[in-house]
């Protein structure tokens, strides 16, 4: 009985085709535009968590905090050198750690300039950070300690003043200082924060501290934990160490913070998962209204077949058939719209993730689910019709025109 009444459900949508897609139109907006979300949404959390990770997993950032009240510093002290070399040498689970210090600058180079941030650090940088040397070298222990007038730059400041001439070798001017480039920094694209990680020009800490800032302060120390160490821990021991060395007296709050990889990535893919969840809310809407629209063509559909239920009912069908044969052509339509979606939305996704440079992630369980909410809608909103054309009187529907 029941393949019996799919396939009169498919005569019936056969018969009116322009129809039935347009009854079907919102399940198939609905179902395409939460699989479309959905699966943009885990694009964007995966590369959240890829741009991270590539950072390292093992990597705490060491920023000063800024506290306003009685008492307390609206601009509180600088770190120093000494700081870096204590993090290192005092605390066993750190691999490395390293001074930054930054400020926007213009490069020069003949008639080209580009705004960009020069950034003053040591060669742990390279280590810390995760940033490979494509053409060139690092900067040499003289260097360093010298403070030379050397510098390292990134793929967007290359391209932007260089083109397709290779950098290395030439001199470039920072306002002021003109430095010698010796080194190009491994692309590493836009971070998850927006920020393009290649526009950039490193310098010797000591170069920018007396060619450009002026001062011994270093902004930020960037640390790497040794693996297998849990980085709460060693975030721990930095906080002691820093307070003792700041004097900062018991019950007082930190005039620093230090922050964890892991925490940054569970707040970026929280807020994007947030996000997914609520356009998906909004976009499921849609299903509501397509829902809606079965309800009402089945309605009509009822009322055009009045007699053919009449006739059916005369003959001996019962209300239980009559109520089949209605809920499986709404079950139909609705599952079809579904299929339909469901492939929109492959197609879709596939597209929108190119142009919006995210990976794709298809998600087997989201296209599963939509499909037999769809199918669900059917049963719901196509179940009055149903029931109204099994509680037809036969007399009654025999004799209507």
């Known amino acids: 009985m029941l393949w019996n009444a799919v396939l009169l459900s498919i005569r019936e949508i056969k018969r009116n085709v322009l129809r039935s897609f347009l009854t079907i139109l919102g399940i198939v907006i609905g179902v395409a535009a939460v699989i479309i979300m959905v699966t943009i949404g885990g694009g964007a959390t995966m590369q959240v968590k890829e741009q991270i990770s590539s950072l390292g997993s093992n990597l705490l950032m060491v920023n000063l905090g800024r506290r306003m009240g009685p008492g307390?510093?609206?601009?509180?002290?600088?770190f120093k050198l000494a700081d870096v070399e204590a993090i290192e040498e005092q605390i066993d689970s750190v691999v490395a750690a390293t001074p930054t210090a930054n400020r926007s600058t213009t490069a020069i180079f003949g008639n080209q300039n580009w705004a960009t941030t020069a950034t003053g650090t040591d060669n742990q940088y390279f280590t810390v950070a995760k940033r490979t040397i494509s053409e060139g070298r690092q900067f040499s222990d003289s260097e360093l300690r010298a403070g030379a007038t050397v510098c390292i730059?990134?793929?967007?400041l290359r391209k932007n003043l260089f083109g397709r001439q290779s950098p290395l070798g030439e001199n470039i001017r920072l306002e002021k200082l003109s430095c010698h480039v010796?080194?190009?920094l491994e692309s590493k694209g836009q971070s998850s924060m927006g920020m393009d990680q290649d526009d950039i020009v490193i310098i010797p800490l000591r170069t920018f501290q007396r060619r450009i800032s002026g001062n011994q302060n270093i902004?930020?120390?960037q640390v790497s934990a040794r693996d297998g160490v849990a980085t709460e821990k060693v975030k721990a021991e930095i906080e002691q160490l820093l307070r003792e060395r700041r004097h900062i007296a018991a019950g007082k709050d930190d005039d620093f913070n230090v922050?964890?990889?892991?925490?940054?990535?569970?707040?970026?893919t929280g807020t994007t998962k947030t996000l997914t969840a609520l356009l998906s809310?909004?976009?499921?809407?849609?299903?509501?209204?397509?829902?809606?629209?079965?309800?009402?063509?089945?309605?009509?559909?009822?009322?055009?077949?009045?007699?053919?239920?009449g006739i059916r009912l005369a003959i001996g069908a019962l209300e239980r058939e009559v109520l089949m044969q209605f809920l499986v052509e709404a079950v139909v339509l609705s599952s079809?719209?579904?299929?339909?979606?469901?492939?929109?939305?492959?197609?879709?996704?596939?597209?929108?993730?190119?142009?919006?440079?995210?990976?794709?992630?298809?998600?087997?369980?989201?296209?599963?689910?939509?499909?037999?909410?769809?199918?669900?809608?059917?049963?719901?909103?196509?179940?009055?019709?149903?029931l109204k054309a099994a509680r037809l009187d036969p007399i009654d529907a025999l004799r209507h025109e």
Do not use: H
């Open 259 to 268: 922050m964890d990889l892991k925490e940054i990535t569970a707040m970026l």
């Open 153 to 156: 730059i990134g793929e967007t």
């Open 219 to 221: 902004g930020m120390i």
């Open 182 to 184: 010796v080194g190009v």
């Open 281 to 309: 809310a909004v976009a499921a809407v849609s299903l509501l209204v397509g829902g809606i629209g079965i309800m009402n063509i089945m309605l009509v559909s009822v009322t055009e077949r009045t007699r053919e239920i």
């Open 336 to 386: 079809f719209g579904g299929v339909i979606g469901i492939a929109l939305a492959i197609g879709s996704s596939v597209w929108i993730s190119g142009l919006l440079r995210v990976p794709f992630v298809f998600n087997a369980g989201v296209c599963v689910l939509a499909f037999l909410f769809s199918a669900a809608i059917g049963i719901i909103f196509g179940y009055f019709p149903a």
């Open 72 to 78: 307390q510093s609206a601009s509180p002290a600088p």
